[in-house]
């Protein structure tokens, strides 16, 4: 799930939740697109959280039991991440990345 090609990149986080998507599947080459739904005068973003994707509802790409809760990761890039977190001698915050805002809800 990426943002559609051809889009401003957004000037903050937020905007993400707002911004088309698009999904291709490598497996079977299958596309679909994605943009917030219009009720009134204001946009439904995406909802984040929980074990599906926020804009296709598909299950995330990984899904496993860590300490009596779910640990869940969107791609390859959030697995390389999270392990680099836990196998560091010194965690520190840095600069603010999306992928890095997982850090504050892993389980202790």
């Not at 911004?19 to 679909?32: I, K």
């Not at 809760?69 to 680099?84: G, H, K, P, V």
Request: charged fraction near 20%; charge should be neutral.
């Amino acid at each position: 799930m990426n943002p559609r090609p051809g889009l401003a990149d957004p000037r903050h986080f937020t905007e993400l939740l707002f911004q088309p998507r698009r999904l291709a599947c490598q497996g079977c080459g299958a596309v679909d697109d994605w943009k917030p739904e219009v009720r009134g005068a204001g946009l439904v973003g995406a909802v984040l959280g929980g074990s599906q994707d926020p804009f296709f509802q598909q299950p995330l790409w990984l899904q496993t039991r860590c300490v009596g809760q779910t640990l869940w990761a969107y791609n390859e890039e959030q697995i390389d991440e999270l392990s680099a977190y836990v196998g560091a001698h010194l965690r520190e915050r840095g600069g603010m990345r999306p992928t890095r805002a997982m850090f504050a809800r892993l389980p202790a």
